[in-house]
């Protein structure tokens, strides 16, 4: 089981840190991903990190602005955003896929948290 926190309301320039609790001993088996939806809109990636060799991958939307890191001691996975603008309103949701390489689609992730809603305001 996924279980997301530290979503909620900031002012556009902020900052947030999401946290990815996973229940289990094979963490560090899995690749981890954080994506988003915004009402209309698809889920979308947001920034993952593989399982082996911790690999990141962000999308171009968030790159320079957002970290994705994991601690496999503490079955966590965070995601730290910085800059937050209005556009990256949207629930954050915390994927985890086994010893996947498939970090950018949906289809690579084997379990999803319930969500975490994130809303920056101008």
């Known amino acids: 089981q996924l279980a997301e926190s530290g979503g909620g309301l900031v002012q556009a320039g902020g900052s947030l840190r999401l946290s990815c609790a996973a229940s289990?001993?094979?963490?560090?088996?899995?690749?981890m991903g954080w994506f988003r939806q915004a009402p209309g809109n698809e889920r979308e990636i947001v920034a993952a990190?593989?399982?082996?060799?911790?690999?990141?991958y962000y999308a171009n939307s968030v790159k320079g602005r957002f970290t994705i890191s994991r601690d496999n001691a503490k079955n966590t996975v965070y995601l730290e955003m910085n800059s937050l603008k209005p556009e990256d309103t949207a629930v954050y949701y915390c994927?985890?896929?086994?010893?996947?390489?498939?970090?950018?689609?949906?289809?690579?992730?084997?379990?999803w948290g319930q969500g975490t809603q994130v809303t920056v305001s101008s």
């Open positions: 289990g001993r094979t963490f560090s088996s899995y690749s």
């Open positions: 990190i593989s399982w082996s060799s911790g690999t990141t």
């Open positions: 994927a985890a896929g086994f010893k996947s390489f498939t970090l950018i689609y949906r289809g690579g992730y084997d379990y």
